[in-house]
């Protein structure tokens, strides 16, 4: 017998929940084809097929699942085929995309690195990857053109040098942010480079979080250098009044299409707990986070369902077994720090921060770096979360030459705003999913602004993303720019962008971090983006008030 409401019509039958695919909750059956990739075999294996197999046979002899899965746990993506445009990228089929090149991030775990790895990773650009360097906006280094066959050769002299590709890619902790600065920095309290080098040695490549329901993106830094707001997990330098220096726990943000900012917990950690306490955060991640959905698929999707509340429940309870300290929120910089130009150390030498343009260099230019660095006493550099990078421990003498010596290699310490503040996503010319070509449009549209708008007395970021995903942080500048085709002036159809204004993160002080608002219709084709973006410029510096 029909069941009927009080309204004599026929009662909706109870929806069944659907699940999420949440491993704490029994869903174990892979429920989407990653899922069962993943399942099938550990992505980390793929590394011994590399070395035995692939790189004898060639790149045709590679397993899909591997090619297209797998292969990105150790850092490792197929780069676009040449010549496709990117009014195709929806259309065409995945392998149809694919080069028989690889793109290799590699990690570079709170963004240090000392010449002899310097030296190495130019060494692997010039010999295996024509030249090609990029620095990531999150503290990795990318190379292009790279050969299957190479593989072998090229991780021994990474991890001769303490350098690693593992678990750069793929749904595990990726690459963890820390200070460029850390150590060094005159007003940081704790260094945590103690805290990521623990997380990393003992977790990363690790069987229990090698198969999480994504990405996973950490910081952990005293200082607010970074975009911690939109990592799945950030610990970030607090002073508690009773227990002293710490770190303030922020969890769930991220960007991409359905962009969120982190909550923080209200906790204090201690810096001997931060590793503890991040390895509690990854297993509700690996346990409760949703596998059914991909684009569901990250932390800041169950936090938002959940609440900060039960998220600290759950990770007291049921991860840590015990009551975490609660904590007061960290003082946040008036403006995001970058660390570009002549900066004192606390121990009396100095750190320069020098810009490239869109963070791309290339191996003959590291190697120049190496090269210069030394001649000047200092044996390291660091990377930036903002395509830029760092000499460390110059002492003062050197200072002024290095500064020259910098420019003379591309490397400006003190750079135009546009150079400053510009950053650009990897783009069409190796990007799969890319709709638009960035780097060399972004490297076109410094070149034009600081000709025409050179000396400009205002802060102003401009991120170019070849597409939806936000790679480079569409949402977080002043001037986000997402690749799609748009309507050209003679209604064809042509590469441009969407135009996110007003975005602004790692600041506070009466200033709320937020994201960019996307206005309806407020587009610009690529072609025009020069004469947009000045145009934009010049009303903003027209209608600004006092002291904006
Ligand atoms: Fe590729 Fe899009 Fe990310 Fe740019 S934003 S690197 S085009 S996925």
Redesign the pocket.
């Known amino acids: 017998m029909a069941l009927t409401s009080s309204s004599g019509r026929p009662a909706a039958r109870p929806r069944k929940a659907r699940g999420e695919g949440q491993w704490a909750l029994g869903h174990r059956e892979p429920l989407n084809p990653n899922e069962r990739t993943k399942k099938d075999d550990n992505p980390l294996n793929v590394r011994a097929r590399i070395e035995n197999i692939y790189a004898h046979r060639g790149f045709d002899s590679i397993d899909p699942q591997d090619l297209r899965g797998r292969f990105r746990w150790w850092g490792l993506y197929t780069q676009r085929k040449p010549g496709i445009d990117g009014g195709r990228t929806a259309v065409l089929e995945p392998h149809e995309l694919d080069d028989k090149y690889f793109m290799l991030r590699i990690r570079v775990d709170g963004g240090q690195l000392d010449l002899d790895q310097l030296r190495t990773i130019a060494d692997i650009s010039r010999r295996y990857a024509r030249d090609t360097a990029d620095i990531t906006d999150r503290q990795n280094i990318q190379l292009h053109w790279i050969r299957v066959e190479d593989m072998p050769a090229i991780w021994r002299q990474l991890e001769a040098v303490g350098l690693s590709t593992t678990e750069a890619c793929g749904d595990c902790p990726r690459v963890v942010l820390g200070s460029p600065v850390a150590g060094i920095a005159a007003d940081e309290k704790i260094d945590a480079t103690p805290a990521i080098r623990a997380i990393v040695d003992k977790y990363v490549g690790a069987p229990e979080f090698s198969n999480l329901p994504r990405k996973f993106k950490s910081s952990i830094s005293w200082l607010a250098d970074m975009p911690y707001e939109v990592n799945d997990i950030s610990f970030l330098g607090v002073d508690h009044p009773e227990y002293g220096p710490g770190f303030d726990l922020w969890v769930g943000g991220g960007l991409s299409t359905n962009p969120m900012l982190a909550q923080r917990l209200g906790v204090w950690v201690p810096l001997g707990e931060v590793p503890e306490v991040w390895a509690g955060v990854v297993s509700i991640f690996r346990d409760y986070g949703y596998r059914r959905l991909r684009h569901r698929a990250r932390l800041k999707f169950l936090v938002a369902d959940w609440g900060v509340e039960k998220f600290r429940e759950v990770l007291e309870k049921e991860y840590l077994g015990r009551g975490l300290v609660d904590g007061p929120p960290p003082v946040l910089p008036d403006k995001p720090l970058d660390h570009i130009g002549v900066h004192a150390q606390r121990d009396g030498r100095f750190y320069i921060g020098a810009a490239p343009v869109v963070g791309r260099v290339s191996g003959g230019q590291l190697l120049q770096l190496a090269e210069v660095v030394a001649a000047h006493g200092s044996n390291r550099v660091s990377l930036t979360a903002y395509q830029k990078l760092l000499v460390l421990d110059v002492p003062q003498e050197s200072v002024d030459s290095l500064v020259v010596a910098l420019r003379g290699i591309g490397l400006e310490a003190q750079p135009s705003t546009w150079r400053r503040g510009t950053m650009a ?4 010319e190796f ?1 799969k ?3 638009v070509e ?1 780097k060399k449009r972004g490297e076109e549209l410094v070149a034009r602004l600081e000709e025409s708008l050179r000396d400009m007395d205002a802060d102003i970021t401009i991120h170019i ?8 942080r569409t949402q977080t500048a002043d001037i986000g720019l997402k ?1 799609q085709i748009v309507m050209g002036p003679d209604g064809q159809q042509v590469e441009g962008f969407q135009v996110h204004l007003g975005g602004g993160l790692g600041m506070a002080q009466g200033q709320t971090a937020g994201f960019g608002r996307k206005l309806r219709g407020l587009k610009t084709t690529a072609d025009e983006l020069p004469e947009y973006v000045e145009r934009l410029a010049r009303r903003y510096l027209d209608s600004r008030t006092q002291g904006e």
């Open positions: 996503c990897t783009g069409i990007c999913l890319a709709i960035t993303n070849g597409c939806p995903n936000a790679c480079a690749g």
